[in-house]
């Protein structure tokens, strides 16, 4: 079994040392999904949320949590991300976001698309609570990651 690389001869944890590695160019897509009730989705769709435009304040959020993962997650690098883009779309009574995160760094962004898929996600949920009780996160996963060299 391979070695976790977050975890030192001791069993301590540490940050992955990637002075070594090259630059490279990174691209990670992560998706999730939030279950909402028919007339939630009605109601995001007319404006009608009573916090804002939920779907614009959710993109927002997840591109700014995108950019602040190495703060919330203790171990991950601070990356200087060249592009975050988050999609939302309206699937049935579902709402799927979809974060793309890309930087050239000597380490992966999965971690800033996941990160940007949750938080945009809680955004939703936040914004729509009053109105629906019964909201489902789900499916939060790394679609794809590429590398390449610069």
């Known amino acids: 079994m391979t070695q976790l690389s977050h975890i030192a001869e001791d069993g301590s944890a540490r940050m992955v040392d990637v002075s070594a590695k090259r630059l490279s160019a990174r691209e990670a897509t992560a998706v999730g999904c ?12 007319a404006n009608k949320i009573a916090k804002g435009n939920v779907f614009a ?4 959020a997840g591109i700014q ?42 380490t992966g962004v999965e971690m800033e698309a996941l990160t940007g898929v949750s938080v945009a996600l809680l955004t939703i949920y936040d914004m729509c609570k009053a109105v629906d009780k019964e909201m489902q996160m789900s499916g939060i996963r790394l679609l794809s990651k590429t590398k390449s060299d610069v």
Do not use: F, M, Y
């Open 34 to 45: 939030i279950r909402l009730h028919a007339q939630t989705v009605v109601l995001i769709s």
């Open 57 to 60: 304040t959710a993109r927002i």
């Open 65 to 106: 949590a995108a950019k602040q993962t190495s703060h919330l997650i203790p171990l991950c690098h601070g990356l200087n991300l060249s592009h975050v883009d988050i999609d939302i779309a309206n699937v049935e009574c579902s709402v799927e976001v979809k974060c793309t995160a890309r930087t050239a760094a000597q």
